[in-house]
């Protein structure tokens, strides 16, 4: 519940700076926070249930692409469809599922069965055997039904002018909601990782590790600091802060004008310096977060 709130009003807020909150943004915490609402419930389930559970949600979604959208709308989009989705709560406002349901909730009930091999005692080399066989078995799975173009994504690939654009082509899937192919694609290097870089421990992986400590801090900060820099920008470029807000994709972004962002290098350069930027805080927090033992930075 507490995710949820950060994401209709913290999240929402660092997206738009709009304090008239014109229109509520469900995103990635929100359906973090809505799956461990369903998973409270699940994990009274046996441990065989809950995994049939989140095979048949992930693997079985795909399915309802092929249903008529006559009939589709709030609860579809609630749970299904995501995808930016409009709905209007009262006059002036409205809410934006980004992120569906029943997906999410299919893969968080697969990792929370993983969770299984991570307890005290399992043994190391198992695991790593375990985790490899699956990732490769994802990938090679995801190459071969992606390749025939009968299930698992809305659109098909096809043959383009050339062979860059064709692997684009089949590596063009659905995220919003996320399809199986999707799913197949991410979900099957991040188990690889797992398997070959678990004993990983050099000056490296300690630097990473600060960031895997403090996720939440760090996502919710680097928001407001990337809209403020917007805002530097937004006056560089001639604005004011009385001009009217862009709509992007439906949603108000305050001190944001479609069309005059910057170029991809210096997109991927501002992402370098924000992650090198906040370093030292995400440190500070970690640190504190194993010095003390208050129960509210559990929920930071």
């Known amino acids: 519940m507490w995710l ?19 229109v509520f943004v469900l995103g990635v915490i929100w359906a973090i926070g809505i799956s461990m609402i369903g998973m409270s419930m699940l994990i009274r389930l046996p441990w065989k249930l809950v995994f049939l559970i989140g095979i048949l949600l992930v693997f079985g979604h795909n399915v309802l692409d092929y249903f008529p959208s006559t009939h589709k709308g709030l609860f579809w989009d609630f749970f299904r469809n995501g995808n930016f989705a409009f709905h209007t709560l009262t006059p002036g406002h409205q809410m934006a599922f980004i992120y569906p349901i029943l997906p999410w909730l299919g893969v ?5 069965c993983l969770g299984a091999i991570y307890k005290q005692g399992y043994d190391p080399i198992k695991r790593k055997k375990l985790l490899s066989r699956l990732g490769w078995s994802t990938l090679v799975f995801f190459v071969l039904l992606r390749g025939t173009n009968l299930y698992g994504n809305p659109f098909l690939w096809s043959v383009q002018m050339d062979p860059i654009f064709t692997v684009m082509s089949f590596l063009n899937l659905h995220k919003y909601p996320p399809s199986l192919l999707y799913l197949c694609m991410t979900i099957g290097p991040a188990l690889l990782f797992l398997a070959y870089f678990e004993n990983l421990n050099n000056k490296w992986s300690k630097i990473v590790s600060v960031y895997g400590r403090v996720p939440f801090f760090y996502y919710v900060l680097h928001f407001y600091i990337l809209h403020l820099i917007a805002i530097f920008i937004f006056m ?12 992007i994709f439906g949603i108000p972004f305050k001190f944001v004008i479609a069309g005059e962002g910057l170029t991809l290098r210096y997109v991927y350069l501002i992402w ?29």
């Open 272 to 300: 370098i310096l924000m992650v090198l930027a906040l370093y030292p805080l995400c440190k500070w927090f970690s640190d504190l977060k194993q010095r003390k033992n208050y129960w509210w930075l559990s929920y930071l």
């Open 236 to 247: 560089l470029n001639g604005h004011n802060l009385n001009e009217e807000t862009s709509l």
């Open 4 to 22: 949820v709130f950060v994401e209709v009003v913290i999240i929402t807020y660092a997206w738009t700076f709009d304090s008239g909150f014109s």
């Open 108 to 112: 968080m009930s697969l990792g929370y």
